[in-house]
């Protein structure tokens, strides 16, 4: 038992009313509305408008905040060229990192100082509109192809199937990339989170803030889980292997992908809707072999260990049985992230303290006089 909260577990670092994440009881909610609510009844762009406002818009707020959103697509001359410079073989959370931090060079509305909150939710708008151009546009780039100009009549979710794909989606897949999104909008005071209110708190600027963000849920043990899942099962290959591979897992202390939560002690309440989603495509795709062996691993993690899936578990699935190549999974979960992320640096400005914990000294205990470097 140590001294202190190693990984800050267990510590309440600030006040927030945008997620609450209720660990033992297995439910989130935003703003006051159940995630299971908010699946059934709206859209991203909604739920983005409320993590924005604190309160769902009417008929004419969510679309004027449509419209905001679908004006504010277009890159800056310079991000594009720069994403057309890059190899192919760039890693995109690389790519969406050092684009985002390359937005705001381009922004004069990105100030550091005493925060202006007008200009800030406007920025932040932009972020949420402009995030998944970034991804979209370096995949077309790094295949040669060329970068269609963005387009206005489609939803945030339809417009990034579109511009990956080349065609527009049907309406059931880009409703499923638009409860993907809201699912994994915001999520309390989760580490990529974290970074972005440490880095906001020093009164730096949202970009800054933005790429702290995105490098911090890059992580395996974070956001980049759900391409660690896809990885995981095309490793195992089959039904038949997956007992042995778990089994190699525990005795050797490997972590399994998607499996595990620092906060939730139960399933996480965002897995089921991805596990309905997964199994209704991997029926339709005729490829049951993904979410089969997915289950198996979440029934013997449950039963050995007591630990359960989370969010990046079953997501991996349904972005793969959605044609999504396996490294834009996490590009796709910090695009939904933008919204919260934003949401909750314009939240941690209205009433901000700089963030600065302590470290339990571990070093020598006396101090040595320093040898000169000649008689080292
Ligand atoms: C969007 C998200 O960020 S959701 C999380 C995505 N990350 C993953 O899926 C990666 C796999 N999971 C994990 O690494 C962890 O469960 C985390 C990082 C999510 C949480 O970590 P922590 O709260 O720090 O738990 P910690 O890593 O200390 O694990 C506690 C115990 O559970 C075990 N454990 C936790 N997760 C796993 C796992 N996925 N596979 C195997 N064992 C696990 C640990 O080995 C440890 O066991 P021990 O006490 O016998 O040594
Ligand atoms: O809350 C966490 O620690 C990780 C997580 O599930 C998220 O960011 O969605």
């Not at 489609?154 to 579109?162: C, G, P, R, V």
């Not at 759900?226 to 007992?243: Q, R, T, Y």
Request: net charge negative; charged share 25%; aromatic share 8%.
């Amino acid at each position: 038992m140590s001294d202190y909260a190693k990984g800050l577990e267990g510590v309440v670092a600030n006040e927030s009313a945008l997620s609450k994440v209720e660990g033992l009881a297995g439910k989130l909610s935003y703003l006051g509305f159940s995630i299971d609510d908010l699946v059934e009844n709206c859209s991203f762009e909604e739920v983005t408008f409320l993590l924005h406002n604190n309160r769902l818009p009417n008929v004419a707020e969510l679309a004027a905040f449509e419209t905001k959103l679908r004006n504010d697509r277009e890159l800056p001359e310079q991000v594009i060229t720069f994403l057309k410079s890059l190899p192919a073989d760039a890693t995109p959370m690389d790519v969406l990192r050092t684009a985002v931090s390359m937005l705001g060079i381009f922004d004069s509305r990105a100030k550091i100082g005493e925060p202006d909150h007008a200009l800030n939710r406007e920025v932040a708008l932009s972020l949420v509109a402009k995030t998944p151009v970034i991804v979209a546009y370096y995949h077309l780039a790094r295949q040669g192809k060329e970068l269609p100009a963005v387009r206005t009549d489609l939803s945030e979710a339809a417009h990034f199937l579109y511009l990956i794909n080349g065609e527009v989606p049907s309406e059931a897949e880009a409703r499923t990339l638009d409860v993907a999104y809201i699912i994994h909008a915001d999520h309390g005071m989760n580490a990529s989170t974290f970074s972005a209110r440490v880095t906001i708190a020093t009164l730096s600027d949202i970009y800054s803030a933005m790429t702290s963000a995105i490098g911090t849920l890059k992580g395996p043990l974070h956001g980049g889980a759900n391409e660690g899942v896809i990885k995981m099962l095309k490793e195992i290959g089959s039904e038949d292997a997956v007992d042995a591979f778990v089994e190699d897992c525990l005795v050797n202390k490997k972590k399994i992908m998607g499996i595990g939560h620092r906060v939730y002690k139960v399933l996480d309440p965002r897995a089921p809707h991805l596990q309905k989603m997964a199994i209704k495509l991997t029926d339709e795709l005729g490829e049951s072999k993904w979410i089969n062996m997915s289950e198996r691993i979440a029934t013997i993690m449950r039963e050995r260990k007591g630990l359960n899936a989370n969010v990046d578990f079953y997501s991996a699935t349904v972005y793969y049985s959605l044609g999504i190549p396996t490294d834009l999974f996490t590009p796709i979960f910090a695009i939904a992230r933008m919204s919260g992320w934003t949401a909750q640096v314009l939240e941690q400005l209205q009433d901000s303290r700089l963030y600065r914990p302590l470290t339990k000294y571990v070093g020598p205990a006396t101090l040595s006089p320093v040898t000169p470097i000649s008689e080292r």
